[in-house]
């Protein structure tokens, strides 16, 4: 059976790091002089106290834990990660219905970046701040940020960052994981402070260049603004969010060997990289094409326009920096396929992602030459390299339930009204980490207020099973693993 003891004591000492995440924004809130720093300052005392109850339950469990351990660990940290983070904006009064506030905090910390709040330009800077903070932990991992600060927070770490990591395929860096786990987030907190300088460099004020630094990096499009777009207004801004978004989506293992060991080459023979750039480059161009010819775009307008778009819907940021929706029908089937895509394993992005993407399109091409062939041996590879079998059962039984998640989801929200295209869209937006659909009401507006409770309810259980890709929560939920064999 699952060792609760050892799954509380985790939780409880992930419970004081996100006390400490909240005390920056009391003084966040204490430095900009605004009412909300009494509602943080409950609210670190509150999560700090949880965490002493979970460590106080868990101080006898031994640190031996099981696979069955770690998934169901991380499941509960992300759950429980947001019925606190949703504190702060329940004491202060900011959002003042639960359901609200679970979905606002599951949003973030998935980097989904869906909103209930519709006029974020009322908050106070300490809100925001939790806000796009939220997402910027939630971008790498809640868990993985704590393996690289507390290498030692229990045994099985390596079981725990696998039910985490995203992607099918995982490449390490250094034998020891906590290294591997710092060395990445020193990768993400420099492309952060880069993308800080970068925003505040040509014009943005550096409140707005912290937050959507944070936003951009960890590809998850929460504002501080109702209107993106009237922040996107020059060439610049826009420029600069599109190429930190495409850095972010790159696997931040290449990042790293590509940075510090100037393994270039590894990049550019990466299979996944060569997809995820010509991708971009082809789908750039497709709607470039349609904006100057049939929109009225100027050239450049219809460069920038059309590659700040692909970026943001393919790294699954859900930004807009211009109205899509009155774009050419074509250009949304574009920017719908590249947000199921999704861009690379191991970076914040969420979505599909290329590599399994390339690994279908390989079964499928193996499967019509095995019919002209039936004997011959057809390697599935990616960078050069063969893929286990077991590797190409998983990522069918994962494609599989990924549809059925999302039909059956779309049904339900077709139920409540939802016409049956938005359904689908939100579905797999939401399952995609997306946020944002094409539809004129949800998503310029990004607002989700005037969806019933359960259907909320609903999205934040697709939000949650998008960002831990699906088989790591639905385990939870099959009688072998509840069984004590």
């Not at 060991?261 to 990466?270: F, I, M, S």
């Not at 494609?399 to 077709?414: K, P, Q, R, V």
């Amino acid at each position: 059976m699952v060792n609760f003891g050892l799954v509380s004591k985790i939780i409880g000492q992930l419970l004081f790091l996100e006390s400490f995440l909240m005390s920056w924004c009391v003084a966040m809130s204490y430095g900009y002089g605004e009412d909300d720093s009494i509602a943080f300052l409950i609210s670190t005392i509150l999560t700090l106290s949880g965490g002493l109850v979970f460590l106080y339950a868990g101080r006898n469990a031994s640190s031996n834990m099981s696979r069955r351990d770690s998934y169901f660990v991380v499941t509960a940290t992300w759950v429980t990660f947001s019925v606190f983070g949703m504190l702060p904006y329940m004491i202060g009064g900011y959002i003042t219905n639960l359901t609200d506030a679970y979905f606002e905090t599951m949003s973030g910390f998935t980097t989904t970046g869906a909103s209930i709040l519709d006029d974020v330009e009322a908050l106070p800077h300490g809100i925001l701040f939790w806000r796009s903070l939220s997402q910027w932990i939630g971008g790498l991992g809640i868990v993985f940020f704590t393996i690289a600060i507390l290498p030692s927070m229990a045994g099985g770490s390596v079981r725990v960052f696998a039910a985490e990591a995203t992607g099918p395929i995982r490449t390490k860096m250094h034998p020891k994981l906590s290294t591997n786990a710092k060395w990445i987030w020193t990768i993400y907190l420099g492309l952060t402070v880069a993308c800080v300088l970068s925003y505040w460099a040509v014009g943005m004020e550096w409140f707005d260049s912290v937050n959507f630094a944070m936003t951009t990096t960890a590809t998850g499009g929460f504002s501080t603004h109702n209107d993106n777009a009237a922040l996107f207004f020059t060439p610049a801004v826009e420029y600069i969010s599109a190429l930190f978004q495409f850095l972010a989506g790159i696997n931040f293992t290449l990042l790293y060997l590509s940075l510090f060991k100037r393994r270039w080459r590894d990049l550019l023979r990466n299979s996944e990289f060569k997809v995820y750039l010509g991708i971009v480059v082809v789908a750039t161009l497709a709607i470039m094409y349609q904006l100057y010819t049939r929109v009225g775009y100027g050239l450049e307008h219809s460069l920038r326009s059309a590659l700040f778009q692909v970026v943001s819907f393919m790294t699954t940021t859900g930004m807009f920096s211009d109205n899509a929706a009155v774009w050419p029908h074509f250009t949304w089937v574009i920017l719908g396929m590249l947000m199921l895509v999704g861009a690379s394993a191991g970076s914040t992005s969420g979505g599909f992602k290329c590599v399994r993407a390339l690994m279908v399109f390989e079964v499928m091409r193996n499967e019509f030459r095995r019919i002209l062939h039936p004997n011959a041996v057809l390697p599935v590879k990616v960078s050069g390299q063969p893929v286990p079998q077991s590797k190409i059962t998983t990522l069918m039984s994962f494609f599989a339930i990924y549809i059925i998640i999302c039909a059956t989801c779309a049904i339900i929200m077709n139920t409540a009204g939802v016409d049956t295209i938005n359904a689908i869209g939100i579905s797999l937006g939401l399952i995609s980490n997306v946020g944002p659909s094409l539809d004129l009401e949800i998503g310029d507006s990004m607002s989700w207020s005037q969806l019933p409770a359960y259907i909320k309810w609903t999205c934040s259980f697709l939000m949650l099973v998008g960002r831990l890709e699906i088989l790591s929560v639905l385990v939870l939920f099959t009688r072998s693993y509840w069984k004590d064999n």
